[in-house]
């Protein structure tokens, strides 16, 4: 139905057109005959013939360009790509395009090329039209300002080189990008150069991702990422005391990941034997923070040391203060230890059901569309964001 309109619109537009152009036919009411059909077609409901005819009336001059490309990003949008491909290609071909124009069409051909799949013929025209020098040139001299094809021809190669994982031209796009708008891209700069390292890791090279990490924590100093990626390489490297540095780093950058690393922070001490630590520290987080994982590590710290009484005192303590069925579970986990006869099996039977209810609860979710999952993403799947999927925060608590 959305073609409707649109197409209702370019009739009335080429039969006044027309008008003006044949105005001694139209005085002795001999009217264009293609606008009747098309006319015919919007009656019959089939806009998509009418669409067809209007687009064959069209002559591709200063008048129409526009409508031109209106009708090609109505395509592209309808996922008729073909239809869409052939009227940008048609609008280049005319020599009488102004420059600004040409750009225009040069940049929605890239797109409909890209909506196709065809990123190395989408490539080529998006870095024509970074390229250009009188375009690179009208960017600058306007303090920043850059023209309406730039950016967006930029930003579509970033998209590009980030769906083929070429991150070292995605960082020359990004620095690109942020010379023509000032807008700074510290943060995404930083999560390319964490999948280089993550890359070189994979390769077991892992002073080239050390030198990548530097790199990613220069370029943003609360990259999250890049300190997780640094623990966890020096822990295979069994340097546990750089390890344990590079993870405490991400309550400074942000606390809201602290429960991806408080497991690894408990594991660092044990591996530099001062498992009497670890109770400070965690004492210190719940003190300062709320969440259920420092509980959980300080519950079994407890229940090793102490017993499995003292551990369930501590979670009753705080399930008081802060209801959660994590440790809810934790404390029918504890209760179920040295239980018998009808009693274990009630326990047993609520135990199964609490964890049935946290496995189908997501774990992450993005900051910004709200897509949610069981594994963090540190480019959301959904709106392609970096560094917005986060642990759920009161995941216990929300359904």
């Known amino acids: 139905m959305l073609l409707l309109p649109v197409a209702a619109a370019c009739g009335w537009w080429l039969a006044k057109r027309d008008e003006r152009r044949k105005q001694e036919e139209s005085a002795q009411g001999l ?219 991400v309550e400074e950058q942000d606390a809201d990941y602290l429960a991806e690393v408080i497991p690894r922070i408990v594991d660092c001490y044990n591996k530099l034997g001062t498992p009497h630590e670890i109770a400070g520290y965690l004492k210190q987080i719940l003190q300062k923070y709320a969440g259920v994982v420092p509980l959980l590590a300080f519950a079994e710290l407890l229940r090793d040391q102490q017993g499995e009484q003292d551990a369930a005192i501590f979670v009753v303590e705080h399930l008081n203060k802060q209801p959660t069925l994590s440790g809810l579970a934790c404390l029918v986990d504890l209760y179920l230890v040295g239980s018998e006869g009808k009693i274990r099996g009630q326990l047993l039977t609520l135990n199964t059901a609490i964890k049935k209810l946290l496995q189908e609860r997501p774990l992450y979710q993005c900051g910004q569309c709200g897509f949610s999952g069981k594994s963090l993403h540190w480019q959301c799947p959904s709106c392609k964001k970096w560094g917005v999927m986060k642990p759920v925060q009161g995941l216990d608590e929300t359904p």
């Open 31 to 249: 009217l264009y005959p293609d606008y009747f059909k098309g006319l015919n077609y919007l009656i019959n409901e089939q806009p998509d013939k009418a669409i067809e005819v209007f687009v064959k009336m069209l002559e591709v001059d200063a008048e129409t360009v526009e409508t031109h490309f209106a009708l090609g990003s109505l395509f592209r949008r309808r996922g008729e790509v073909d239809r869409a491909i052939r009227i940008h290609q048609n609008l280049i071909a005319r020599p009488t395009l102004t420059p600004e124009q040409c750009n225009q069409a040069l940049l929605e051909l890239g797109e409909d090329y890209l909506r196709a799949g065809w990123f190395d013929r989408a490539e080529s025209l998006f870095l024509k039209l970074t390229e250009t020098p009188e375009t690179f040139s009208d960017s600058l001299m306007s303090g920043g300002a850059c023209t309406s094809q730039m950016v967006p021809a930029l930003r579509s190669l970033r998209d590009i080189y980030q769906q083929e994982r070429e991150w070292d031209k995605a960082i020359h796009v990004a620095y690109k990008l942020e010379t023509v708008t000032g807008k700074k891209l510290n943060n995404i700069i930083a999560q390319y150069h964490c999948e280089l390292a993550e890359q070189a890791r994979q390769q077991h090279d892992v002073d080239e991702a050390n030198r990548i990490i530097k790199r990613a924590l220069a370029s943003d100093p609360d990259c999250v990422r890049a300190s997780i990626l640094q623990g966890d390489i020096d822990m295979l490297s069994g340097h546990y005391v750089s390890a344990l540095r590079a993870y405490k780093n």
